[in-house]
């Protein structure tokens, strides 16, 4: 199957701090999605990216499917974007993901 | 009120009991999915369904069950529960008449087998 990397394991923060979140694969995908796990357990959706880059206020991501690898931008972090940040990338109906990034940020 | 909904949220068993965890959905999609998650670990698939009578085995499913109860309804059954299956269980969905990949998830239920 679809081996995701992703790094860095850990991030901490101070807040009003920029970060970026990496995500390799080992094949070529038609789907790639980013999610935030809250401190609760969800799974919140975040972008669906399996190419390109988009914005959502203070996040942003951009893929490079030819180069196997995604990156998530955080901006200006607030306490609330603490959680655990998963990469899944797939084809068809199979999403593997990585084993996340967690991101703690501090006031 | 949520998109995709789970019941129970949570719940604690004994060894060798049966449990079924269920999920349903108001977004009209045609699949579903069951997904476990261990602790520090991602997510990991145990069954899939593309529609009512197509339900297909994931990379974990030894020891689960599934049945699709309708369009909307797809639940999860451990027919002898052990306590490695401990996990947060998400059910998800996606439509295959739209984009088809994008997949949105529940809010999980966190399982205890004691």
Same mark, same amino acid.
């Given at each position: 199957?679809?081996?995701?990397?992703?790094?860095?394991?850990?991030?901490?923060?101070?807040?009003?701090?920029?970060?970026?979140?990496?995500?390799?694969?080992?094949?070529?995908?038609?789907?790639?999605?980013?999610?935030?796990?809250?401190?609760?357990?969800? &799974?919140?959706?975040?972008?669906?990216?399996?190419?390109?880059?988009?914005?959502?206020?203070? &996040?942003?991501?951009? +893929?490079?499917? +030819?180069?196997?690898?995604?990156?998530?931008?955080?901006?200006?972090?607030?306490?609330?974007?603490?959680?655990?940040?998963?990469?899944?990338?797939?084809?068809?109906?199979?999403?593997?993901?990585?084993?996340? +990034?967690?991101? +703690?940020?501090?006031? | 009120?949520?998109? %995709?909904?789970?019941?129970?949220? @949570? =719940?604690?068993?004994?060894?060798?009991?049966?449990?079924?965890?269920?999920?349903?959905?108001?977004?009209?999609?045609?699949?579903?999915?069951?997904?476990?998650?261990?602790?520090?670990?991602?997510?990991?698939?145990?069954?899939?369904?593309?529609? %009512?009578?197509?339900? @297909?085995?994931?990379?974990?499913?030894?020891?689960?069950? %599934?049945?699709?109860? #309708?369009? #909307?309804?797809?639940?999860?059954?451990?027919?002898? #529960?052990?306590? @490695?299956?401990?996990?947060?269980?998400?059910? #998800?969905?996606?439509?295959?008449?739209? =984009?088809?990949?994008?997949?949105?998830?529940?809010?999980?239920?966190?399982?205890?087998?004691?």
């Amino acid at each position: 199957g679809i081996q995701v990397e992703q790094s860095p394991p850990d991030l901490i923060l101070q807040e009003g701090a920029n970060s970026t979140l990496r995500c390799n694969f080992s094949d070529s995908v038609n789907n790639l999605q980013w999610f935030h796990q809250n401190p609760w357990g969800q &799974l919140i959706n975040l972008f669906y990216i399996p190419s390109g880059t988009k914005q959502n206020g203070r &996040l942003s991501a951009t +893929t490079v499917a +030819t180069e196997r690898y995604s990156l998530l931008y955080i901006s200006s972090s607030q306490t609330t974007d603490s959680g655990v940040y998963f990469c899944a990338v797939g084809s068809d109906y199979k999403l593997s993901f990585g084993a996340g +990034t967690t991101v +703690t940020v501090r006031a | 009120d949520a998109d %995709v909904t789970q019941t129970p949220r @949570n =719940r604690i068993t004994k060894t060798g009991k049966r449990i079924m965890l269920e999920c349903s959905q108001t977004k009209g999609h045609d699949r579903m999915y069951w997904y476990r998650q261990d602790p520090g670990l991602g997510l990991r698939l145990i069954y899939y369904s593309f529609d %009512v009578k197509d339900i @297909n085995k994931g990379e974990i499913s030894d020891g689960y069950s %599934v049945s699709r109860q #309708a369009q #909307a309804k797809f639940s999860l059954s451990l027919e002898s #529960a052990i306590p @490695n299956q401990t996990a947060l269980y998400f059910c #998800a969905t996606s439509d295959s008449f739209d =984009r088809g990949l994008e997949q949105y998830f529940g809010p999980g239920t966190r399982l205890t087998v004691t």
